[in-house]
């Protein structure tokens, strides 16, 4: 099959690519390598994609509609996956301009392009973000939210809005699926256990926020790329909606579907903290500080809905999740801060 994938520069997109390409297929990745965070681990993860033949690399930005529009003419994808986004809850603090543009202006050309190349199937990375400060525990599809608590949030959100309005009047299949706190070999330097592996190793001080009372439905790479595989194969539409109506997110107006991709197992942020010291051989230097804002004191994923889809949850334990990422980047560390 033909994908086109955007963000593959990125950790989850590049996992995916990689995934997809070993197993036989074309894939087209259109990045704009932003320096959001480190360019030279943009750079090694599209080197790393460029090993195989059926990769072909586009370097542009979300937003310049010609060049997207000239990639998807010349690739024809029967898949668009859709994973590029200004990521990261705290820096949406500090440049909520950059959301607008790229989540929301962005995202919008790859919604209305989807259609106009007819793909058979649309999927769009959402976050856990948009359940805010949700009470109701696990965070269920079916949950109101209404109330996200930073623009990076509200961004994401407004996507999954305007691709519903658009599934409804074009009848373009779309899945949205929110990701609940992905780690792993290749992540973003950006999240807390890259940053704690970091400072640990180099015998600084690792901030913990909220005074460690936070709780997050950690997500391995490899499960949540299993997810969206499996996902890709499950177009919305009336002949697999789930029974179940306190479970099923398919629209009645349009082929479009929402699900979580988590494991419903939260992990206390102080046992996180344990864990990546284990795995590192390291006792950690403690700075215990409050929550930041936008922060929400904990995240926690309801499954069924993935599981009825595709029969598969996430499983990867903690514990050999973080030890896979300390492997790889006690190896690639060096190379990485020497760009």
Known sequence: MRYFITGTAGFIGFHLARRLLAEGHEVVGFDGLTPYYNVKLKEMRHAALTQYPAFRPVIAMLEDRASLEAALGECKPDVLIHLAAQAGVRYSLENPGSYLSSNI??????????????????????????????ESIPFRETDKADEPLTIYAATKKSMELIAHCHAHLHKLPTTAFRFFTVYGPWGRPDMAYFKFADRILDGQPIEIYGEGQMSRDFTYIDDLVESIIRLSAVIPGEANRVADPSVETLSHQAPFRVVNIGGGQPESLMDFVETVEKALGRRAIRQLLPMQKGDVPRTYAAPDLLRALTGYVPQTRLAEGVQAFVDWYREARSEIRGG
């Open 105 to 134: 202006a962005g995202s919008w050309n790859i919604i209305e392009l989807a259609e106009r190349f007819k793909v058979k199937h649309l999927m769009i990375a959402s976050t856990s973000s948009v359940y805010g400060a949700n």
